[in-house]
């Protein structure tokens, strides 16, 4: 792909609240210094909780570390969190009550896309700065001025997910030529088969099936029928955990062996989804945000030391979403710090003008709709995984090759079927 990035409360019904803990053992603040109060929803439960719990961790990490060094402006620092039971209905509510009820002094966003783009309205009405977390082109449509993305999708967010796949099917030999589209209907999923459908036609690909399918599906062997009998030589799913789980499950019971699949699918990325899925995953090929490479742990390793050490009961490796649970706070901290204030105009202009650097991109600057300037999505193939695969499997390289970008390549594609 062209243009890489360096990588480097209360109970009110609307879900469980979950407040974070007491500041204690801060050192001494500015006299009177009322903490900074930044608001936001999380997945705690629901689908995507398995990323949501990783990345409510990295805040608090952020959270702690920043308050130890003498927090914003010499205030603490405090966050204020509700668990949105990955419902996009339930967000619209939660935000009101951070800006009305909890009088928050800024916000960021929730995980994912769907539960952001419900989000933005109410921030819009408050104009208040939004930071929005792995939601994909949630901006696209409002075109909010104080919306800023961290996802590295880049300047074209739809096309970004499956761009690398279909640059990789584009450079085999003999080059394939079908492509099957299945997308689940959910606001992610059809913004990513968007994107796939424009990269098709940018490597001269032809689509021979298209569908969506409703979140709720539970069967998908009519779908893995359905696609094998177009007899394509892609497959493109863009998915949520569950049904990447269930399609992956269905294409390995009913021998579905085209030359590539994968491309969009979220939750191949959590370690658990990897446990219970294992050998099912060799041969696919699908986008990951960061992996553990040497290269790009050095920045992070720090963080990633405290947070495995601390991962009770959540992913305990924390790669997919606890770095950048701690890095879209680090954006935040230098929009504040840069522009010596708490008022959104202000940190918005910063954030508007300068480059950022996180323990999980570097170089990263805010372009049209707050999205990023350069992608740095990553394409891998997963490979070589046995029955036997543990933690420490998952916790290096060795059963996946960073295929794209050129610059983060681990390794080449190997010719391997679904199996």
């Known amino acids: 792909m062209s243009n890489q990035v360096t990588r480097r409360g209360v109970n009110t019904g609307i879900g469980a609240t979950l407040l974070s803990p007491a500041l204690a053992a801060v050192p001494a603040f500015a006299q009177g210094g009322e903490p900074i109060k930044i608001g936001f929803s999380m997945a705690q439960t629901g689908s995507l909780a398995g990323a949501g719990q990783q990345a409510l961790l990295g805040t608090q990490i952020w959270e702690e570390e920043t308050n130890a060094k003498g927090g914003l402006l010499g205030r603490p620092v405090k966050l204020i969190y509700y668990d949105d039971q990955t419902r996009p209905e339930n967000v619209p509510a939660i935000y009101t009550k951070l800006l009305d009820v909890d009088k928050v002094d800024l916000v960021i966003g929730p995980y994912g896309t769907n539960m952001v783009a419900p989000a933005i309205p109410a921030v819009m009405q408050k104009g208040k700065v939004f930071i929005g977390l792995f939601a994909l082109d949630a901006n696209g449509e409002f075109h ?13 967010p739809k096309e970004s997910f ?34 796939g459908r424009n990269n098709i036609k940018k490597y001269g690909f032809k689509i021979v099936y298209d569908k969506t399918y409703p979140p709720s599906t539970t069967d998908f062997s009519p779908i893995i029928r359905a696609i094998q009998a177009s007899n ?55 986008y990951e945000t960061w992996v553990p490479s040497s290269k790009l742990m050095a920045p992070a390793a720090d963080f990633f030391k405290k947070y495995q050490a601390r991962a009770q009961g959540i992913d305990p490796l924390g790669y997919y979403l606890g770095g950048w649970g701690y890095a879209y706070l680090q954006v935040l901290a230098d929009g504040i710090t840069g522009s010596k204030s708490i008022n959104d105009d202000k940190i918005a202009d910063y954030l508007r003008t300068q480059e950022f650097n996180t323990i999980m991109a570097s170089g990263i600057r805010f372009g049209k709709n707050g999205e990023w300037t350069k992608s740095g999505m990553l394409q891998v193939q997963y490979h070589g995984i046995t029955e036997a695969a543990n933690l420490e499997t998952w916790r290096g390289m060795s059963y996946q090759t960073v295929l794209t970008p050129a610059e983060e390549k681990t390794g080449v594609r190997k010719e391997l079927n679904i199996k």
């Open 162 to 195: 499956s761009e690398g796949f279909f640059q990789i099917a584009a450079a085999q030999n003999p080059k394939p030529e079908t492509v099957a589209i299945a997308a689940e209907d959910a606001e992610f999923s059809r913004n990513g088969a968007d994107g």
């Open 144 to 156: 909010y001025p104080k919306y800023f993305s961290m996802l590295p999708s880049g300047p074209t």
């Open 232 to 286: 394509p030589d892609l497959v493109l799913i863009c998915s949520y955990p569950n049904s990447s789980v269930g399609m992956l499950q269905s294409a390995n019971e009913l021998r579905l062996k085209p030359r590539m699949m994968g491309g969009g699918m979220v939750g191949l990325q959590y370690t658990a989804i990897k446990s219970k899925l294992k050998s099912k995953l060799n041969g696919i090929v699908n």
